[in-house]
């Protein structure tokens, strides 16, 4: 651990080729993996388990087919263009 300390921009470099663990008194306690930037939100989406319960309640719900889908979306676009396009309101009118 105090290696890595010491070292860290060392550490950080090596990460580039390899998974570096980090230990203390001979057993891992951590780890350094290097990430690009493509994959920090697979990272971060991975480790929430918030992300993993609106997974398993997604495939709790019921399938509903593609064309279902469709024209619920089409439906809802075509309320928020109509509206959209009415003229707002008169305050006291």
């Given at each position: 651990m105090d290696e890595a300390r010491n070292h860290f921009a060392r550490a950080l470099e090596a990460?580039?080729?390899?998974?570096?663990?980090?230990?203390r008194n001979?057993?891992?306690?951590?780890?350094?993996?290097a990430i690009g930037d493509d994959d920090i939100?697979?990272?971060?989406?991975?480790?929430?388990?918030?992300?993993?319960?609106?997974?398993?309640?997604?495939?709790?719900?019921?399938?509903?087919?593609?064309?279902?889908?469709?024209?619920q979306v089409a439906g809802r676009r075509l309320a928020a263009k109509t509206a959209a396009s009415r003229p707002a309101a008169r305050p006291g009118g």
């Open positions: 990460a580039k080729e390899g998974v570096i663990v980090i230990t001979g057993k891992p306690v951590a780890a350094i993996q939100e697979d990272l971060l989406l991975d480790r929430s388990e918030k992300f993993w319960e609106m997974i398993a309640r997604a495939r709790r719900g019921r399938p509903i087919p593609i064309e279902t889908l469709r024209k």
